[in-house]
């Protein structure tokens, strides 16, 4: 899992939330470093704010998903409203999550992703066990 945020005190909190939950998670600080990172590694899921002080989110949200082989999911938490929510939303988001952020929902979330993802593999990873994404 990917995490973009500007904020390094929100960084530092959502990645390590997120390897509590058993997530692989790779934090970065903007735009540019996440095309980089999604150059060199394949993710599951990205969690990406929107106000990026590089590349606007929806315009981030579009690159990542025009360039992935297989396209992530996209997940937004933002403290923007409105027109920057719609915004997120056509460009691909699988979700938005607003702050504050109610961190259930989030691990509801990602619980519901990877299930999914064991069912579609098949009967024969569902008796392996699931993995986070």
């Known amino acids: 899992m990917l995490v973009v945020e500007d904020s390094p005190g929100v960084l530092?909190?959502?990645?390590?939330?997120?390897?509590?939950e058993g997530a692989a998670a790779v934090g970065v600080a903007n735009g540019r470093d996440a095309l980089s990172a999604l150059?060199?590694?394949d993710f599951d899921v990205i969690m990406s704010?929107?106000?990026l002080p590089d590349i606007p989110g929806?315009?981030?949200?579009r690159a990542i998903l025009d360039s992935a082989p297989r396209p992530p999911h996209v997940i937004v938490i933002t403290g923007d409203s409105g027109p920057a929510l719609i915004r997120a939303k056509e460009a691909g988001a699988s979700v938005i999550?607003?702050?504050p952020l109610d961190w259930a929902q989030v691990v509801t979330y990602l619980n519901d992703l990877e299930l999914a993802a064991v069912a579609s593999a098949g009967p024969e990873l569902v008796r392996a066990g699931p993995t986070l994404p």
């Open 49 to 51: 704010d929107l106000g």
């Open 58 to 61: 929806e315009v981030l949200i």
């Open 97 to 99: 999550f607003t702050k």
């Open 39 to 41: 150059r060199a590694h």
């Open 12 to 20: 530092d909190v959502l990645t390590t939330l997120l390897r509590q």
